[in-house]
């Protein structure tokens, strides 16, 4: 029967379907799927009843009101425990719908922070290739991703990469992590002087780089030093958290770990688990005065900014990580899986490195060890990869383009935190086949 919703892909239309229990899905004729695939979303598994109830409560008392209007009670407490678990500086919070969206949002808000201090000239985004930060203009615009990019390059506004901090293929051989950092800074720093520091905006950066690079985090003291060139030159830092943060890396924000805290940071993916589309934009209080003493308003807005029923579940899925202490779960299970996968796969001739931090695992595939080559793009292996896994019952997201857009290819494994450690011996046994039925 034809369906009327627009798919993905018309190659491969999905499979519908049915239900989820903990850590796994199943579809409509019965099979189970591990998901750890599904970018990052479920850091509580399917069908935690702490969040199904506290949404079921929420629709039961309010489902919507326009924040035209009203504030509610899941949005005010939301904000308050977000407030209170975020890294020092970030004390307001902007509730959106998903990721793009609190993205957008950051974007913007720098751009009217630095009208309303008097610095009109301040326009210029600089972020990182190899990044993603959505599929909405601005967004991807920001983002780093060649092949995302691409065929809307025409109508994206101007924003100027630079190198993101990729050890494995950025570092020389034989230069230590402050030397590579170093040339890094130096690299933002020629960067930012040839644009004119004071017409630059903003700084953007995923601290532990997601779907593009699969799951690369940064090398010695590579943000403080960010932070400190743009503090040098007045420019924001916009930390992009949609997918690396609420808990995935092991810290509720994964800037936690390396020192550093942003003017602005976007958050999603994590902040609903799945049980709400929801994401958030927080800022310091010092941009948000400037605003609100300024011109009194944001000029930005969405029809469902705030909503009360995925507060309610951004609430919950809080609770359940900080209350009840889920996110404890993290580091061990991360530091398990990375040791199952080394175990298994490390001496692989086809795989090149793994690594990660938290429950937030890569794996990059490589030609030749010695060279560290990519696979040839025309064999597809990350598509072969997915698919050979899905029929194993494992979700993974497998990408290509890891190096530049079209060379290299990576497998990034977000397992819910829920995870046992029997589960994860699973999965690695299954992407184990998958890599070989997708490589011969
Ligand atoms: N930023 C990052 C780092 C992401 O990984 C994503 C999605 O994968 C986004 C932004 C966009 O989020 P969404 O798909 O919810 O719009």
Redesign the pocket.
Known sequence: MTSHVFPRNSKSPPRQVSHGDGVYLYDTDGKSYLNFGD?AVSCLGHGDQHVTQAVQKQLGQVAFAHTGFFTSEPAERLADKLVSLAPEGLDRVYFVS????A?EAALKLARQYYLEIGEPDRRRIVARRQS????TLG?LATGGNEWRRAQFAPILIDVSHVSPCYAYRGKAEGETDAAYVDRLIEELDVEFKSLGPETVMAFVA?PVV??TLGAVGPVGDYFSRVRRLCDQYGILLIL?E??CGMGRTGTLFACEQFNVAPDIC?I??GLGGGYQPI?AMLCTKNIHDAVMEGSGFFQHGHTYLGHPVACAAGLAVLERLIDDQVLERVAHAGSYLRQRLCDKLGQHPHVGDIRGVGLFCGVELIADHDTKAPLPPEAKIAAKIKSAAFAEGLLCYPMGGTIDGKRGDHILLAPPFVVEDLQLDACVNKLQIAIERALS
């Open positions: 970018a998903g990721g793009s969206e993205m993603y930060h959505g599929n967004a995923e997601g779907a992009d949609v997918m976007a999603a993916k994401g």
